[in-house]
């Protein structure tokens, strides 16, 4: 699972943490224990969602998807690095987000989905 989210006052949207509550319930019956999983967050300001991405890591943790270390994927400035059509505007970025999900792609292969709480 590919989590990518702004930041809201530190934090993720509210959106996304009621996903990850509703998918963790019935307890014993979460579907996300032992899913591979990776962070990319953005915001427009310099810091890229350092605080989003970490808050989120933190339910990850309980929630037992083994997530991916590095390369970590704070997409500052988000606004100047997309088209209006959100495409990416810069060669740099795209080759960042290449190797970024070759390292995700990697991590899943390693992972697998391990049922193991
Ligand atoms: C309630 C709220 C809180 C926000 N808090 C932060 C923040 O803590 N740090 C940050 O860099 N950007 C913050 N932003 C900016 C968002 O990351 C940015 O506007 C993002 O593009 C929002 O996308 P959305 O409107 O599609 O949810 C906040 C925006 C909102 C609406």
Redesign the pocket.
Known sequence: MLFVT??????V?AALKNALDVGSRPYGQSVWNGLPGAVVS????A???F??NHHLRQSLVFLNVPTLQQPEAYI?G??KLLDEAGNLTHDDTRAFLEKFLQAFGAWIEANGRRRDA
């Open positions: 702004p930041e809201y006052n530190r934090s949207p953005v915001s427009p300001g810091i890229g969602g605080g989003a500052g988000v606004a």
